[in-house]
């Protein structure tokens, strides 16, 4: 370990006092010797890791317990990890166990690296996590400046961390106390490679908002939920259990539910106990420019009878409307701003109540989904839309995502290692009984040393 500590120190000073005198010399910028530094920290980092893996594998090496249980099949086996210095290039031991005749890298399989690992658990986090803000090709440029990995690389480290469950990020269970809860709703349209579109969701509860800014807003203890969902159903039950968990809900007075009145965003209602439904302000200007569009002098007087909740003056301007446009297309465009204002009255009337805190969900949509998945022209599949969408909320929530891939693989280690021990106790069971079976064949209970006794006994044990 020493001659390793000294050729690391030599090599840090070296480089520095050889970049310092360049910086003051020649007049460099700062950020010329900040990017030397760092080549020269990845590669003293890039020869810890080697040394500290080769380290573990004398451990092993040496050990009594390896020594009765395995037997060394090959001595310096060559291994390269990609890791966030760059490539580790290292040895280790390749064993044959003693017992069961399977061949392990003990030392490798301590650590957490598997005979097919490529790469770091540290870097493929790294790849999802720049992946998630930006395309995947430039997230694979950025991971590592001494490897050279491939939008491909990413793609399969996301697909390994698998679709991510929007209870992921962290959550206290403090049940907290509110009045009022606001949800909101909507959903991004994302062309698909093969054609057609997909439409992730996004459902977020807050508790208000505050100014932070003059003109400038933050909500009040998000929680953001999105993804491909083939039933809504599925959606609400995450969103409804959060709220159980989280709030007193017998303490909460008011449930706010926007949207845009789609039938999957109403369902919410069904699902999120004394909830009520308001359509959100955006969709409502939308509608009532497209039916005014042609007439601009109506649209102040459609507001006007809205505020006053006059439902019947709203309708009958838009009848007048209707007779008073030529255009069919025009006039059906109208009418279907007519249906659509009169569907949803209960739901424009609350935007009005005083304690409710309007809805930025179209911003939001923009925000999370949107400035990802559908603001440049992207190559999507359906899976890589559902996991996309479920990172940005699993971000916007706060979450680590190399917590979230540790966790994932001690997982998959843990149900792996289960697997190997249910086929050994089966595997023993089998024996067990063969051996029972052999125990009670008569001709191992005679005397007689006959050829079939002998060979009968030598396996008994086995």
């Known amino acids: 370990m020493e001659p390793i500590i000294h050729e690391i120190i030599s090599k840090i000073t070296s480089s520095f006092n050889e970049e310092l005198e360049k910086l003051v010399k020649e007049s460099r910028d700062i950020s010329v010797f900040i990017l030397a530094t760092k080549k020269t920290l990845d590669e ?9 893996l080769e380290t573990v594998n004398e451990i092993y090496k040496n050990s009594k317990e390896r020594k009765r249980d395995w037997q060394i099949k090959e001595r310096a086996a060559a291994k390269g990890l990609l890791t966030i210095f760059g490539e580790v290039r290292y040895e280790r031991t390749y064993y044959k166990s003693k017992k069961t005749g399977e ?35 430039r997230s694979s440029k950025q991971a590592s400046e001494a490897v050279e990995l491939t939008s491909q690389t990413v793609m399969n ?22 009045k009022v809860l606001y949800i909101e709703a909507d959903e991004e349209h994302v062309s698909l490679q093969e054609g057609g579109i997909v439409e ?17 807003w933050e909500l009040i ?43 999957w965003i109403k369902n919410g209602l069904n699902w999120i106990k004394g909830s009520t439904y308001v359509l959100d302000r955006y969709h409502l200007t939308k509608y009532v420019t497209q039916a005014t569009a042609h007439m601009c002098h109506a649209k102040s007087i459609m507001w006007h009878y809205i505020k006053a909740d006059d439902k019947k003056s ?20 109208v009418k279907q701003a007519r249906r659509y204002i009169m569907g949803n009255w209960k739901g424009i009337r609350r935007q009005y109540e005083a304690d409710y805190a309007g809805c930025s969900a179209e911003g939001h949509v923009s925000h999370i989904l949107s400035s990802r998945l559908s603001s440049r022209p992207l190559g ?3 899976t890589g839309v559902d996991q996309m969408s479920r990172l940005r909320a699993f971000a916007a929530n706060g979450g680590d995502i190399y917590e979230l891939f540790m966790k994932k693989k001690k997982a998959a280690a843990r149900e792996e290692k289960e697997i190997k021990i249910d086929q050994e106790i089966i595997k023993r069971r089998r024996l067990k009984a063969s051996n029972e079976a052999i125990g009670n064949i008569t001709v191992l209970n005679i005397g007689k040393r006959t050829w079939a006794s002998q060979f009968l006994k030598s396996i008994r044990g086995f």
């Open 157 to 178: 480290s996301i697909r390994e961390l698998g679709s991510v469950d929007n209870a992921a990020a962290g959550i206290k269970d403090d049940k907290k106390s509110a």
């Open 380 to 382: 999507w599949c359906r």
């Open 103 to 137: 061949y392990s890298y003990l030392s490798d399989e301590a650590v957490g690296i598997k005979a097919h690992d490529k790469m770091d658990a540290s870097l493929k986090a790294k790849l999802i996590k720049d992946a998630i803000y930006m395309s995947y090709d």
């Open 200 to 216: 992730p969701k996004l459902v977020y509860v807050h508790e208000g908002k505050k100014e932070i800014g003059k003109g400038r």
């Open 314 to 333: 709203v309708k009958d301007l838009l009848d007048t409307i209707i007779s008073a446009t030529e255009s069919e297309t025009k006039k059906e465009a």
């Open 44 to 52: 003293v980092g890039a020869k810890l890791v080697a040394e500290a």
């Open 221 to 263: 203890n998000p929680r953001y939920f999105s993804g491909v969902y083939a039933d809504s159903d599925e959606l609400w039950v995450e969103v409804s259990d959060y709220m159980d968990r989280v709030y007193d809900m017998d303490r909460i007075e008011k449930i706010y539910l926007s949207g845009d009145g789609a039938p």
